[in-house]
């Protein structure tokens, strides 16, 4: 299970790079929120791993995003029209960006290993209802990518 949540995390991570600064829009996506199914909401270390990976995504997200907004009308210029000072900007945009990946990939891997240990003692109907639950946080992730996937186009 840790290789494709790696890959998704690397896949998103350059396309966020790729598209940061090229942001149109400046609508944010709406917060994640997982409503936790009764087949687990009995279970604290569930529920609490559960809260804190959406909010972890959460986070990253519209951290993202914000960067991306910001930084919008940097795109519209030509590479030898940027002035100094938009490099720099550009140079604090991809540190910022950098920083708070690298901060969200760190606790996103650590919550998902978590989930793995925590997904060996229970039945498969609590099984079931997490891989649901996890399928959606892939489902956001997967929303992040496509949306800076279409701001990169011009």
């Known amino acids: 299970m840790k290789y494709p949540v790696y890959i998704l995390i690397v896949f998103t991570a350059v396309s966020l790079v790729a598209s940061c600064s090229h942001s149109t829009s400046s609508k944010l996506l709406p917060p994640l929120e997982i409503e936790i199914p009764t087949e687990l909401e009995h279970n604290p270390e569930i ?3 559960i809260e804190n990976l959406e909010n972890t995504i959460n986070e990253f997200s ?3 995003q914000e960067l991306a907004k910001d930084y919008k009308h ?5 590479e030898e029209d940027l002035t100094v000072f938009d490099k720099v900007k550009l140079v604090t945009v991809l540190v910022q960006y950098t920083e708070d990946f690298s901060e969200f990939s760190g606790q996103y891997s650590k919550l998902i290993e978590q989930t793995g240990t925590l997904e060996d003692g229970l039945n498969e109907e609590q099984k079931l209802a997490l891989a649901t639950i996890m399928d959606t946080f892939k489902n956001r992730m ?13």
């Open 142 to 154: 997967e929303q992040i990518e496509y949306k800076y996937k279409d701001l990169t186009t011009k």
């Open 47 to 49: 529920v609490g791993l």
């Open 74 to 78: 940097l795109t519209n210029k030509n």
């Open 62 to 64: 519209t951290s993202a």
